[in-house]
């Protein structure tokens, strides 16, 4: 199985899925759209969040960093007066220095995640969307800024006027992803932001239309009329697209097997089922669940 990832949604759901499938049966293809430097190191949020994952040093609550991870860098530097735009921990600095190093030498991000993967006993196939760079633009009346600006500098706050990813028109997937679509006959899109976190990955060129002979499942990141989490509903309003399970589905295009929430007040054909992944317990019953639903639409 190939699994689109985006930020905490997806891994939350790879949590369990990992449990139930061995490493040779999941795969998982990450959003860099998010990507940036900071303090001289190339962060990959999406990727870092992935790995940690599967590596099961993810901090639970969070769903991003390492747990019990220190700030003692990034806190004397804040002393010494670099504000840097996310708060990196010591342990999260060391894995985006190995990543940079790498980088700065010339290996392609994909060749850079395998390394750091298995650095961290990752025994899964891990892979970006792209070798190239993209990244998350969002215009506001306050100006237009990188998706991690908005998000975290400056909280969400300012009303989105667009959202578009820079650089996309050059890009390509990697040839990993390639590689994995060709494998994989199923697809799974996670329950991620799909403007920002699925809305990438699916926009690099010719990864629709290969999508077109794959069995696609989605989970909707919606409970109710709500994301879990995430600027999804703002993103998809400015979009003028409905902030639902309807415009999820709308978003995402070719779905075999739409997944959404038993609360969901979706009207088309899907399967209900609860998705609320608020520990790692309810994570395994969504993945359990999750795996069932497939296999039973497969054999119809």
């Known amino acids: 199985m190939l699994v689109l990832s985006g ?11 990992k449990e139930l499938l061995g490493p040779e049966e999941l795969s998982v293809v990450v959003n860099t759209a998010e990507d940036l430097w900071i303090s001289g190191n190339y962060i990959s949020p999406d990727i870092d969040s992935v790995i940690y994952t599967l590596a099961d040093i993810i901090d639970e609550k969070k769903m991003w960093g390492i747990k019990g991870d220190k700030t003692l860098t ?3 530097l804040i002393t ?5 735009k996310l708060l990196v921990g010591d342990r999260d600095r060391a894995v985006h220095i190995f990543r940079s190093e790498l980088l700065r030498r010339g290996v392609k991000l994909s060749h850079a995640t395998q390394a750091l993967a ?4 990752v025994a899964q196939r891990v892979v970006p969307m792209t070798d190239d760079i993209i990244s998350t633009v969002v215009s506001t009346p306050e100006g237009v800024m990188h998706f991690q600006e908005f998000w975290v500098g400056r909280r969400g706050l300012p009303e989105v006027r667009a959202i578009f990813f820079a650089g996309m028109d050059a890009a390509l997937p990697s040839q ?10 199923t697809v799974l899109i996670g329950p991620s932001n799909p403007v920002t976190s699925i809305g990438p990955i699916l926009a690099l060129q010719g990864v629709r239309e290969r999508l077109q002979d794959k069995k696609v499942v989605a989970v909707s990141p919606f409970i109710g009329n709500k994301p879990v989490s995430g600027p999804a509903a703002k993103f998809m309003t400015a979009m003028n697209v409905p902030a ?10 070719k779905v075999d097997l739409f997944i959404v929430d038993k609360k969901s007040s979706y009207m088309g054909e899907c399967q209900r089922m609860s998705t609320l992944m608020r520990t790692k317990r ?9 795996l069932e639903l497939i296999e039973k639409d497969r054999e119809e």
């Open 7 to 17: 930020g905490t949604g997806t891994p939350k759901l790879l949590m369990g899925l």
């Open 74 to 76: 990034h806190d004397s």
């Open 80 to 84: 010494m007066g670099i504000k840097e």
């Open 118 to 121: 298995e650095s961290l006993g």
């Open 176 to 185: 990993a992803f390639l590689d994995l679509l060709e494998k994989e006959d």
């Open 244 to 253: 639902s399970d309807e415009g999820v589905r709308t978003m995402l295009g």
């Open 282 to 290: 309810e994570s395994g019953k969504v993945a359990k669940k999750l």
